[in-house]
């Protein structure tokens, strides 16, 4: 089990008002999974994948990651379990500006108690990711679909047990996003677990398992029937 | 560890880079904080120097005796303060002067000066009436140009004979022979009978822009007064001085008539140059740390601009704090990362404001001493490591606020930030 979830709910407080974002949720994902987690826009999926991603805190309820009670960590802790465990990929991408693209996939080592062959380790995903040409553009000069293939390959370089994608190919057009999906898949399909979150049926049916997440609680948790495979040409070798 | 140091320099350096203008502009306070510590430290010193320099110039073995009591030990004698005090007399120079009395004086010299216009003929100008008595020559290392210095018996007899200070001689006489000729100060008449050896400001007193005249006939003819203004007198060796000082003060206490030995109620004050330097330096130095202490201010203004500046970046960059914590930053590496960027800031404004500093001291010494000024150029490595200290505290006290702020951010919220 890489991630164990029990009754998990989360409220947002504030002076005025209690805003009960998830009233109890509990699942189970599996290293080689390739979930999805759909929902409408305020249906809590996203508040759930900072708390799966460890950058938020349950209300209440058990969370395990990797078999370790996530919920009494210190900021600190959560934050060197991020680094070493935990991709992640924005909708928005979230590249630093002025910063080369290498030195954006390095930055999650330069954060990482190994800090040996930085260079070397990001060069490689980033040929994997088709962007061992671009290595030295600035990230103001290349395309959206480049952008989220640098923002995989900084999931990808500290070799995380588990990746977020939150709405990957939200900022792209079809064909850019068609290659992202093809990487998460290639990138599954060689073991990797993936956690998907989208708000459309057509991209959370590349994934295996779908998680439906409505008003706060889960109604529909199954596996993918027909699933839909991306294919554009060979770009993860 | 240092890869850590290294990487945080770096992004920290690249974050300035990326905002030239306004890390330039935020710079620019600390800079003219820097710089102004650095030329008032430096201008301070060369002032110094040169003031001090003139006094040293009178000699150290020179002992003062003004009239007047003061209040304390060290501090100046009420005299200064333009209040006419009349208890120092002709009398008690000559007593003074006696071996029995004080027996390591070499020779005493008592004044009593005004201002007067002297004139020649068609010729008239404006200068400083010097009534002394012989001694001036011995005490004050006076040398004559031309002619002779008046004597003792010229001294006591009222004689109306004159010596002009080497401006003096040139703005009334030219080229002319002045020995024997006539002047006129207040429709009295003096004979020249010496001119002398130009000597430049000596303790700030243009030596060349006076003339002398005997105590006793400036004193009847001119000023119209009995008293003295002062007495300097010239110790046989160094080691004498403070010897001397008790000396004269007993022998003036017994001729005044002041039982009191404490010195309380002394209506005279004995100095030494030592002292007096002593004295100069401690008036000096407040005067150049209360400088800097202004100029340290724009430090703080400058300070407080950072601190500005610093927090307008952490809110700009919220998503960018967010970004790196989600990627694995502790909430040291976030603050480190705010603190070296308003440490460098500070430090290279430090460093821009310690060389243009330099520059403007340098330029103004060179000047100074183009103006023919003993003005030296100072730039004390104090001064620089205050500075570079001063700066790089500006910068970690107005850091640590922002630095904080930002590496307190929750990850979720400022990824979330717009």
Sequence with gaps: MLINIKDLKKQFENEKLVTKVLHGLSFVINEGEFVAIMGPSGSGKSTLMHIMGLLDRASEGKYEFADRDVTTMSDNELADLRNSKIGFVFQSFNLLARTTVLDNVKLPLTYAKDKKNIDDRARRVLEDVGLGHRLDYFTNQISGGEKQRVAIARALVNNPSIIFADEPTGNLDSKSGIQIMEILQKLNEVGNTIILVTHEIYTAEHAKRVINVRDGLIVEDRPVKNRRLAHDGDLLK | ?418
């Design chain 2, 1 to 418: 560890m240092f890869n850590t140091i290294t990487q945080s320099i770096h992004t920290s350096l690249a974050a300035l880079l990326a905002n030239k203008g306004r890390s330039f502009l935020t710079m620019l306070g600390i800079v003219i904080g820097v710089g102004a510590v650095i030329v008032i430290m430096a201008v301070g010193a060369g002032a110094q120097s040169l003031i001090l320099a003139q006094v040293k110039s009178l000699g150290t073995n020179i002992i003062g005796v003004m009239p007047g009591g003061s209040a304390e030990e060290e501090g100046p004698p009420v005299s200064m303060m333009g209040i006419s005090i009349t208890t120092l007399t002709y009398d008690d120079a000559m007593a003074l002067k006696e071996k029995k009395n004080v027996p390591n004086l070499i020779d005493v010299v008592a004044y009593t000066k005004g201002v007067g216009t002297v004139s020649w003929g068609a010729h008239s100008y404006d200068t400083n009436l010097s009534g002394c008595s012989v001694g001036f020559t011995t005490v004050e290392d006076g040398e004559l140009d031309q002619g002779r210095f008046f004597t003792k018996e010229e001294e006591r007899n009222l004689s109306r004979v004159i010596v002009l200070g080497f401006t003096v001689y040139n703005e009334l006489f030219g080229e002319s022979e002045a020995i024997g000729q006539r002047v006129k100060i207040k429709k009295h008449t003096f004979s020249v009978i010496g001119v002398m050896k130009e000597r430049g400001t000596v303790a700030f007193q243009d030596y060349d822009d006076q003339v002398f005249i005997p105590i006793m006939t400036m004193q009847k003819l001119i000023a119209g007064v009995n008293h003295l203004g002062l007495i300097r007198a010239k110790v046989d060796h160094e080691d004498n001085i403070n010897q001397v000082l008790m000396d004269v003060k007993l022998t003036l206490r017994e001729r005044h008539d002041i039982i009191d030995s404490s010195g309380k109620n002394d209506d005279f004050t004995v100095r030494s140059g030592a002292q007096a330097l002593d004295m100069i330096t401690t008036v000096t130095n407040a005067l150049k740390y209360f400088l800097a202490a202004m100029a340290a201010l724009s430090l703080l203004v400058g300070g407080i601009g950072i601190m500005n500046i610093m927090l307008v970046a952490v809110t700009e960059r919220t998503r960018e704090i967010g970004l790196r914590k989600a990627l694995g930053a502790r909430t040291a590496n976030i603050m480190n990362q705010f603190l070296l960027e308003s440490v460098a800031v500070t430090l290279l404004g430090g460093i821009i404001g310690i060389i243009g500093g330099g520059i403007i001291s340098f330029l103004i010494a060179a000047g100074a001493k183009f103006m023919g000024y003993d003005w030296a150029f100072i730039l004390s490595i104090q001064s620089i490591l205050l500075a570079v200290g001063v700066s790089s505290i500006v910068g970690i006290i107005f850091g640590l606020y922002p630095a904080r702020k930002a590496s307190k951010l929750e990850p979720v919220e400022a990824l979330r930030y717009e």
